[in-house]
């Protein structure tokens, strides 16, 4: 009973003890927080001298990683920054008392990036400050391509802790206008005669046609439906023929002068307008798709559309005050005078105009990127040997041929920077003209009544007066 007492006595005087023990230690624990000095900012891989009103003992570095420090003596400090980071600097007294604790801050060399910003991109109003562990480019530049110098120039300095807040100055989306525009001119002059002579009785006939002499059966040389029938052939496109035909006896002679003069004109002209932001890639149809029945290789028939029309591909990127286009603009049609057949599958051909380039050019300024012209002439002489030599006479023994065709093909392009308006502000050609009504329809045969727009930028410019060519209106 004894023993138990002494055991239960023994620990209580142990609990006891180390609760005042405990309590001894809570008293003497403390934090020193010294006096509130600041931030300390040293540019990486250079070097500052602190010095200390007080006289110091000792120093410390929490991160030696981030900065370097050493003592020139007992009131100067100097600090080295090694990485981009935060750290704390102590000093304690000779009493072994906390001084101060300074928060040292060690950021990229800013001096030498906004020096090296001026010289490569002059004129552009770019701000440099640190945050935390890295940079930040704040400010309004003229491009994007600024912008994109800016961040490669920064990020040799802080890689991979840029912060972009710089924002692009005018408008960067770029309508693109281009305009086909091709002339085809085609002169044809044809000057023939032909001789024919025959034998009523016998049926036979000799004839020399463009200087070639042939002899037939019957009447198979005949074009005219007249009695007797005549033997000079006539071509089938001829618009001016002379005839004459002179009988003696059994015999005919047919004389034939033909005169040809033909004149052709083709006018192509097509305008693709589209818009895309800087840097973006657009593209523009207004077409079709032809079908083309292509072999496999089991010998199957499968079918590939080849889109043709007009197309319009280009990215634009705006550089400063100019405009970078790198473009491929197109005008495709079928052209029945080319085809393929096999297999009973008959393929028409393709006519092509087509430019790829890559230009620049300032806001509204314009650029003939492509142009063509093509002259093809082409002579032919026939006629009998001989007599086709003879002044005058000769003539009627010659054939002659003259044929000249001229294309002129001329691709234009204008870019012009371009900002959102509103849109009230814009017109479509359906909004000029409206469905007639059946007093319009039936009493007057109209069909389409005018539909003149009375507000906002359409009326404006309908009240002016205004007429041109369908599409676009852009001042």
Request: cysteine-free.
């Amino acid at each position: 009973m004894k023993i138990k007492m002494l055991m239960a006595a023994g620990l209580v005087g142990l609990a006891a003890t180390m609760g005042t023990v405990a309590d001894v230690q809570a008293q003497t624990l403390r934090t020193l927080t010294g006096k509130a000095t600041g931030q300390l900012t040293v540019p990486m891989n250079r070097a500052v001298v602190v010095e200390s009103d007080e006289i110091f003992a000792e120093l410390s570095i929490s991160n030696p990683s981030i900065a370097d420090i050493s003592t020139l003596s007992d009131r100067t400090i100097y600090v080295l920054g090694k990485s981009p980071g935060r750290t704390t600097l102590t000093l304690l007294g000779p009493d072994g008392s906390l001084i101060t604790n300074v928060e040292v801050r060690v950021t990229p060399d800013m001096s030498e990036l906004k020096e090296r910003l001026r010289e490569v991109l002059p004129g552009e109003a770019i701000e440099v400050r640190s945050a935390n562990d890295g940079l930040v480019l704040s400010g309004t530049v003229s491009s994007a391509q600024a912008v994109d110098r800016a961040l490669d120039l920064a990020s040799r300095y802080a890689p991979e802790r840029v912060s972009n807040l710089m924002t692009v100055a005018g408008s960067q989306q770029v309508m693109l206008k281009v305009r086909f525009a091709e002339m085809n001119r085609s002169v044809s002059k044809t000057l023939s005669s032909s001789l024919a002579f025959s034998n009523v009785l016998s049926g036979n006939s000799t004839s020399i046609l463009g200087g070639t002499i042939t002899a037939t059966e019957g009447d198979n040389l005949g074009t005219f439906a007249t009695t007797p029938p005549h033997l000079a052939q006539r071509s089938r496109n001829s618009t001016g023929v002379f005839s004459l035909g002179v009988g003696v006896g059994d015999f005919e002679l047919n004389i034939l002068l033909e005169a040809l003069e033909s004149k052709g004109f083709v006018r192509t002209l097509a305008e693709p307008n589209l818009t895309a932001l800087s840097g973006q890639n657009a593209s523009f149809l207004a077409g079709g798709e032809y079908p083309i029945p292509v072999v496999g290789d089991n010998g199957e028939i499968t079918v590939e559309f080849k889109p043709f029309g007009i197309s319009l591909d280009f990215t634009p990127r705006v550089v400063g005050e100019n405009i970078n286009l790198r473009l491929s603009a197109e005008v495709s049609g079928i052209d029945p005078s080319v085809t393929y057949s096999d297999g009973g599958i008959t393929i028409s051909g393709f006519s092509n105009r087509r430019t790829e380039t890559t230009v620049e050019l300032r806001d509204g300024e314009s650029f003939a990127v492509a142009g063509l012209l093509q002259d093809d002439f082409a002579s032919l002489k026939g006629q009998v040997p001989w007599l086709g030599d003879i002044p005058i006479l000769g003539t009627l023994f010659r054939s002659s041929e003259y044929e000249r065709d001229q294309t002129e093909l001329v691709i234009i392009i204008t870019a012009h920077l371009v900002s959102p308006t509103r849109g009230e502000a814009l017109a479509l050609p359906t909004d000029r003209v409206r469905p007639p009504s059946e007093r319009e329809l039936f009493l007057f045969g109209e069909l389409s009544s005018p539909n003149t727009p009375k507000k906002g930028a359409a009326g404006e410019v309908a009240r002016q007066d205004f007429s041109g060519s369908y599409g676009y209106v852009m001042e």
